[in-house]
């Protein structure tokens, strides 16, 4: 019965469940509080008095349970809201009860909801000192008896059956030297019942650095086994194709960030393995030319190549500027979309087959079944985290041997996540824009400014700048966008009349025949104001617009706030990005905005995005199972998370196979765990 509940409740199935069950805090109990010492910041706290009255009061849903226990400084209240026959049952006027809980303050009242309560007895409050564990548990588990205080009794029972040979050591004996940790079986022991606060330091430190040691172990162990064993085209030399663009048709000199980002490619690309490389560069760092120059490196090596963009939009736009770029080149480049028409489809799957094509540029729509390559050996997936694992995995069936995978990305990943949710694969940072960019001016702007933004808009629009304005997308509501976009979109044209202005509008509802038409339009500067909803926050290029308007901006998360953005500043002229919300917004909004209008560094911005938010909700990271640390955060325990990481490659660069004596029982361990935690790779 309370094993069932234990299972349902708190997923705990084993006694090794039981053991990693943490409690979130330890309190000393014998330390009884009196009521007056009760403030706003008192947490958890224990109180001994006697119990002055009893009521079940209001009806059905509202019914509960109050009762009230007096000590020598005041009288406390505690409330039930389940349990309140079993719990009324129990309780007796004029007993003295021992009570622990978390308390609260109610209209200045102290309150205490559904307390520990047992009859006080006078030993109870001499014992030595003693730090009692206290257990995240629920509210059915409490009604049911099985509150922080029993899972304390039985984890307490449990461990003083278990020996040091039950709680094995896992990490080599020489790291536990050198970094002073404590064995493991002393740590279990003393995360939950610690004798001092230095003892459960020492027991946590040990713990968290296992639990992300490990995770580096395995993660290193996947990269280093595909670097060893995986077979992978190899791209021998670099040729003409890619050296008479480079010397000719190249537009603009490479930064640096870009030749060293090629660089890596290019020895990844020539070692006979396959290159699994995850490369992040800030919005407008230039990551398209590096995708078309290892596309040229892999025609050079008699290989096709597959370029793939979330949306149609942007496949669109990729297949431009590439088509563009090699014009003068002896290069056959065709765009396969969803809507591409069935007889063009029907070329392009032939060219695909027999090799007359080099570049295909596409949506998903090609990676479906139908889609056969002769020679596929190079695919770059850009934006990755639009991408499935699943349609990734699709890839691989396209050639016998699996064909090298950039995956591109514009919103950074902290470093620390990128290391943990990402570590099995190689990873290129492009930390480096362009030179020439000027820095966008970001302000924050209420709506009783709206009418000098509109004004302001209408200034650069007077230089002939082009200007966007975005509304929210809410994912519940296809209906609510599009009424939200509409009004917004009427507004906008009261302040921009016809003919002197003309908009493009854009959103997901439109079919996207008509988005690409509107799209263009204002690419090609026809329209000078794009208004719409989220759906152009990835790749689009129009580098004479200038303004960005996001409306209802405390709506938006950083990450997309950034992506926003980046749809300006990537012509010469200087550029704005106006962030409008209503006049009072939340705290954590008003973090958000603060952190826009303070940088334009999108790796600072993924920095604090992860602080504020936390790492579970990092878009593209949610799926990963490197992420479910128990103990150990990656924010906070960023030094710990760095020492792992260096010390897990140390040990695997002298031992992959962990062979030697010293890493046995690591080795073991490892073994173990095999199968019982969900590490599936990435890509
Ligand atoms: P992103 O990394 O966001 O995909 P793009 O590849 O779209 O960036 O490049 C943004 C703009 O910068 C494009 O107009 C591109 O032509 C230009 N660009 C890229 N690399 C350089 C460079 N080394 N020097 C000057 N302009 C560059
Ligand atoms: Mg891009």
Redesign the pocket.
């Known amino acids: 019965m309370r094993g069932d509940l234990l299972k349902k409740e708190l997923n705990i199935f084993t006694f090794n469940d039981l053991l990693n069950h943490f409690p979130n805090r330890h309190v000393d109990k014998t330390k009884v509080a009196f009521i007056n010492e009760i403030n706003f910041q008192t947490e958890y706290i224990q109180i001994a008095g006697k119990l002055i009255s009893i009521e079940v009061v209001g009806e059905k849903r509202g019914k509960r349970l109050i009762a009230c226990v007096q000590d020598k400084t005041g009288i406390i209240e505690l409330v039930w809201f389940q349990g309140i026959n079993w719990v009324k049952k129990y309780l007796v006027e004029g007993t003295t009860y021992l009570l622990f809980g978390k308390t609260s303050l109610f209209n200045g009242k102290p309150q205490m909801v559904h307390p520990e309560i047992e009859i006080f007895t006078n030993e109870k409050s001499e014992g030595k000192a003693f730090l009692e564990p206290i257990y995240p548990t629920t509210e059915k588990l409490k009604t049911k008896g099985l509150s922080g205080r029993q899972i304390a009794k039985l984890t307490y029972a449990l461990l003083t059956q278990l020996q040091a040979k039950d709680i094995e050591e896992n990490l080599p004996n020489e790291i536990n030297n050198r970094l002073q940790l404590i064995p493991r079986y002393a740590a279990y022991k003393a995360v939950h019942f610690p004798s001092n606060s230095n003892e459960y330091e020492a027991a946590i430190k040990r713990l968290k650095f296992e639990e992300l040691f490990i995770a580096q172990v395995r993660l290193n162990l996947i990269k280093l086994q595909r670097h060893s064993s995986s077979k992978g085209v190899v791209f021998e030399k670099v040729g003409e194709l890619f050296n008479s663009f480079y010397n000719n048709h190249l ?5 640096n960030a ?1 030749k060293r980002v090629l660089k890596e490619i290019r020895i990844d690309t020539a070692k006979g393995h396959q290159m699994n490389r995850l490369l992040q ?9 590096v995708a078309l120059l290892s596309m040229l490196l892999a025609a050079d090596n008699n290989y096709q190549s597959c370029l793939m963009a979330p949306t149609e939009i942007l496949a669109q736009q990729h297949f431009q ?1 590439l088509s563009n770029l090699v014009k003068e080149m002896n290069i056959e480049i065709r765009l396969l979309t969803g809507s591409t028409k069935t007889k063009e489809r029907k070329e392009i799957l032939q060219g695909l087959a027999n090799d007359t094509i080099h570049f295909i540029v596409g949506t998903h729509a090609v990676i479906e079944e139908t889609v056969q390559f002769k020679n596929l050996g190079l695919v770059i997936v ?1 934006e990755q985290h639009r991408f499935g694992v699943a349609q990734r995995a699709a890839l691989w069936k396209k050639a016998i041997i699996p064909p090298h995978i950039l995956v ?1 990305t ?1 919103t950074p990943i902290p470093r620390t996540l990128a290391m943990t949710a990402y570590g099995d694969l190689d990873y290129s940072v ?1 930390d480096e824009l ?3 960019r000027q820095t966008i001016t970001t302000v924050h702007r209420n709506e009783m400014q709206r009418y000098k933004v509109m004004e302001f808009i209408k200034t650069e629009i007077a230089k002939g700048r082009q200007a966007y304005i975005i509304y929210p997308l809410i994912e519940e509501s296809e209906k609510l966008n599009y009424e939200d976009l509409m009004q917004g979109y009427e507004e906008v044209k009261s302040y921009f009349p016809e003919p002197k202005y003309l908009i493009s509008m854009v959103h997901g509802k439109m079919p996207a025949e008509q988005k690409e038409i509107n799209m263009q339009r204002f690419v090609s500067g026809n329209t000078q104001i794009m208004v719409s909803t989220t759906v152009i926050e990835v ?1 689009v ?1 129009v ?1 004479n617009a200038s303004v960005m308007v996001i409306e209802s901006a405390e709506k938006f998360g950083l990450s997309q706030l950034h992506q926003l953005r ?1 749809r300006v500043g ?1 012509g010469s002229e200087k550029s704005f990005c106006i962030l409008l919300t209503p006049g009072k917004i939340s705290v954590e909004a008003k973090q958000r905005i603060s952190v826009m209008c303070a940088t334009n560094d999108g790796f600072k911005i993924a920095e604090k995005d992860l602080e504020l938010r936390g790492p579970g909700d990092i878009e593209g990271t949610r799926q990963s199972g490197a992420l479910n640390f128990k103990l150990a955060n990656i924010v906070n325990d960023k030094p710990l998370l760095d020492l792992a990481k260096q010390e897990a490659e140390q040990l695997l660069q002298e031992d992959i196979d962990l062979n030697m004596a010293k890493n046995l029982q690591l080795k073991n361990f490892l073994q173990q765990q095999k199968g019982k935690t969900n590490w599936s790779k990435i890509s």
Not at 251 to 255: E, G, N, R, V, Y
Not at 281 to 289: A, C
Request: hydrophobic share 25%; proline share 14%.
């Open positions: 537009p603009f000199q490479l930064t870009q560069g800030d919005v407008g760092s230039g990551k398209t030319i500027s850009d591109m514009a492009m362009p030179p020439g790749g290029n580098p980046g990537r």
